[in-house]
C-alpha cells in the first residue's frame, strides 16, 4: 500500500505509531519541496534550496547543482561531517525531472551489515526466519525516484558487489527471490572519507567507486568560507526564534567576530547547535558572549591572548591574511575590507613575505 501510494505521488509514509520528530521532519522537507518549484535568484545568491552560502566556494556548488540535477548521472558528493551533503542530495532531486517521486536517504552507518542487503532490495516471504511476508526494499519504494546513499565508504565489502551489480543492470533481486526485478532510479552517493585513498588501499572497490563517481561535488568545510558564517547564524537566529517563540534581535559583533575566528570542526551543524542553544538560553534581547557554549568563549580568549603577545608587524599581517582568506585571496576586495588602494595592500602583502 505505500509503494503503491508514493508511487502516486506520496511524499512519503509513516508507521503507527507516529514519531512526532519525525513528522516535523518531514513536513520541513515538505516545505523545501515546495520551495524548489520557485526560481532560483540567481548568480550571487546566498540562499539555494535551504543551502545558505554566499562565498565563491559555494556559488560553485550552486552551478554544480543545477548543471547536474537535470540529467540522470550518478553523483558523488564529497564534504566533512556537517557540511550538509544531505542538503546538496536533495537540492539536486527537487531540481532534477523526478522530483515529483520519491528521495529516499539511507545512511549506511546505521542499518548493520546483515540487514542491508534486505533493507536495499527487500526481501520474499519465506526468505528467512520470521519473514512472514514479503517486504518491498529501500531501492524499490524509491522507484522513478532518487535514492541518497550517506556514508557510502562505510559500506560492506560484501555488499559494494550487489551494489555494483545494481548500478550497471539497473535491476534487483529481494533476498529469497527468483527473478529480477527492473527499477528505474537515479543513486547519489556521500562520504566523508577520502575515498580515493580507501580505493588505493583496497578498502572500496575501485569499479564500484568509478560508478558512482561519474561527477563529484565537494562542498567546502566552514572554516574555508568563514565569509558565510555571519550569514548562516543569522538565518539560524531567526529560525529558531520563531521556533522558540523568542524575541532576540541581534547577534553582537563581538559574538559575530568570534564566529568567524572560531575553526568550527563540525562544521554547520555544529554552528547550527550553537544558534539554537544560545536562543534557547539567552535571557536578553541580543545574543552575547555569555550566550555561547564554552568552548567558543575559550577559543575568544585564547584569540586575545595570542593577539597581546603579538608584536604591529605580527597583528598588522593576520589582519591582512584575514581580509584575503575572506576574499578567497581577491586582492581588490581585500584592499576594500581593509580601507586602502589595491596598490597599498601589494606593498604590504610584500613586506610580509606574502607575494614573491
Not at 58 to 74: G, H, P
Not at 88 to 116: G, Q, W
Request: one cysteine or more.
Amino acid at each position: 500500500m505505500a509503494v503503491n501510494c508514493m508511487r502516486k505521488g506520496a511524499y512519503t509514509y509513516l508507521t503507527k505509531p507516529v514519531d512526532l520528530n519525525l513528522l516535523e521532519d518531514i513536513v520541513h522537507q515538505i516545505v523545501i519541496h515546495d520551495a524548489s518549484k520557485t526560481e532560483p535568484e540567481g548568480p550571487g545568491e546566498a540562499h539555494f534550496m535551504n543551502i545558505i552560502g554566499q562565498s565563491q566556494a559555494m556559488q560553485e556548488v550552486f552551478s554544480l547543482i543545477r548543471r547536474v540535477s537535470k540529467t540522470d548521472a550518478n553523483i558523488l558528493i564529497l564534504g566533512e561531517s556537517g557540511t550538509g551533503k544531505e542538503l546538496v542530495a536533495r537540492a539536486i532531486h527537487y531540481n532534477s525531472l523526478r522530483a515529483a517521486k520519491p528521495f529516499i536517504p539511507i545512511d549506511c552507518t546505521t542499518i548493520p551489515s546483515e540487514l542491508m542487503e534486505s533493507e536495499l532490495f527487500g526481501y520474499e516471504k519465506g526468505a528467512f526466519t520470521n519473514a512472514n511476508e514479503r517486504k518491498i526494499g529501500l531501492v524499490e519504494m524509491a522507484a522513478q525516484g532518487t535514492v541518497f546513499l550517506d556514508e557510502i565508504g562505510d559500506l560492506e565489502l560484501n555488499l559494494e558487489k550487489k551494489l555494483l551489480r545494481f548500478l550497471q543492470e539497473k535491476d534487483i533481486l529481494r533476498v529469497g527471490g527468483k527473478e529480477r526485478i527492473k527499477i528505474d532510479v537515479r543513486v547519489l552517493s556521500a562520504t566523508n572519507v577520502d575515498i580515493e585513498e580507501e580505493v588505493e588501499k583496497g578498502n572500496f572497490r575501485a569499479d564500484l567507486y568509478y560508478r558512482l563517481n561519474v561527477i563529484s561535488i565537494r562542498i567546502p568545510p566552514l572554516r574555508d568560507r568563514k565569509e558565510d558564517i555571519s550569514l548562516i547564524a543569522n538565518y539560524y537566529l531567526k529560525h529558531f526564534c520563531q521556533k522558540n517563540n523568542k524575541e532576540i534581535r541581534a547577534l553582537n559583533p563581538e559574538v559575530l567576530s568570534l564566529l568567524e575566528d572560531y575553526e568550527w570542526p563540525g562544521n554547520v551543524r555544529e554552528l547550527e547547535n550553537v544558534i539554537e542553544r544560545a536562543v534557547i538560553l539567552c535571557p536578553l534581547d541580543h545574543i552575547n558572549i555569555e550566550c555561547l557554549p564554552r568552548r567558543l568563549q575559550q577559543a575568544g580568549s585564547e584569540e586575545s591572548q595570542i593577539c597581546s603577545e603579538l608584536n604591529l608587524p605580527d597583528m598588522e599581517k593576520r589582519i591582512i591574511l584575514r581580509a584575503l582568506d575572506k576574499t578567497s585571496w581577491n586582492q581588490s576586495q581585500a584592499a576594500n575590507i581593509l580601507g586602502i588602494s589595491r596598490k597599498q595592500l601589494r606593498t604590504k602583502m610584500k613586506n610580509h613575505g606574502l607575494l614573491e
